[in-house]
């Protein structure tokens, strides 16, 4: 059994930066990708960013410039360093990773990012 736990979430003002973990425990062997969503109340989900086993990497338009998403294979983590937080960028955020062939998806809990203008 693989369990994703979530870490680093809360209130900021504008400008302010937060750090998300998302830590990885269980039956792993090797992770392929692993990565962020958010979702906003009445928005679709949204990949954030995410970050392949060669640590090559992904993020969304609206995130550019501002967060980095870097992981430490040896602790099985996932961090997202998220900088100049904007209102818009309040949402849930949810980590994942990707085991196997084929590939199964694990989730993190959710971790609620809010950014007061």
């Known amino acids: 059994q693989v369990q994703l736990v979530e870490s680093g979430g809360g209130l900021v003002q504008a400008g302010g930066s937060l750090r998300l973990s998302c830590a990885a425990s269980?039956?792993?062997?090797?992770?392929?990708?692993m990565g962020w969503y958010r979702q906003a109340p009445g928005k679709q989900r949204e990949l954030v960013a995410l970050i392949t086993s060669d640590s090559s990497t992904k993020y969304a338009d609206s995130v550019k410039g501002r967060f980095t998403i870097s992981r430490d294979n040896a602790k099985n983590t996932v961090y997202l360093q998220m900088n100049g937080l904007k209102p818009e960028d309040t949402a849930g955020y949810y980590c994942?990773?990707?085991?196997?062939?084929?590939?199964?998806?694990?989730w993190g809990q959710g971790s609620q990012v809010t950014v007061s203008s």
């Open positions: 269980g039956s792993i062997s090797s992770i392929n990708a």
């Open positions: 994942y990773i990707t085991l196997g062939v084929p590939v199964t998806v694990y």
